[in-house]
């Protein structure tokens, strides 16, 4: 069975850094699209970024470019994402998905289109 662990969030303050990682437990990493998901209370589930197997194409949620960057270490079975300069409109349940096929540059950026999901790791950042 494939499964998505989560983990690295934690209790920050406004400015500070945090990296998440979300460790695939199977075989065939490489194929799958994987993504990052956040959802606040009250919020829509929305995409903060996405990487294509091989990480030559990703998206990143205009909310959060120039700040969080994603990337994936195959060898590892393991997809991060990087968060910079945290605002606490970042707060929230961060998820890590996967789909077992190439998805494309929008297709990537809609969590319906994910199948796989994690349990999720929370991000508070305090002002």
């Known amino acids: 069975q494939v499964q998505l662990v989560e983990s690295g969030g934690g209790l920050v303050q406004a400015g500070d850094s945090l990296r998440l990682s979300c460790v695939f437990s199977?075989?065939?990493?490489?194929?799958?699209?994987m993504g990052w998901f956040r959802q606040a209370p009250g919020n829509q589930r929305e995409s903060v970024a996405a990487?294509?197997?091989?990480?030559?194409?990703?998206y990143i949620a205009d909310s959060v470019k120039g700040r969080f960057t994603i990337s994936r270490d195959n060898a590892k079975n393991t997809v991060y994402l990087q968060m910079n300069s945290l605002k606490p409109e970042d707060t929230a349940v961060y998820y890590c998905?996967?789909?077992?096929?190439?998805?494309?540059?929008?297709?990537?950026?809609?969590?319906?289109?994910?199948?796989?999901w994690g349990q999720g790791t929370q991000v508070t950042v305090s002002s």
């Open positions: 990487t294509i197997g091989s990480g030559t194409l990703t």
């Open positions: 199977g075989r065939t990493f490489s194929m799958y699209t």
């Open positions: 998905a996967a789909k077992g096929q190439y998805l494309g540059p929008t297709a990537m950026r809609d969590p319906l289109n994910f199948n796989l």
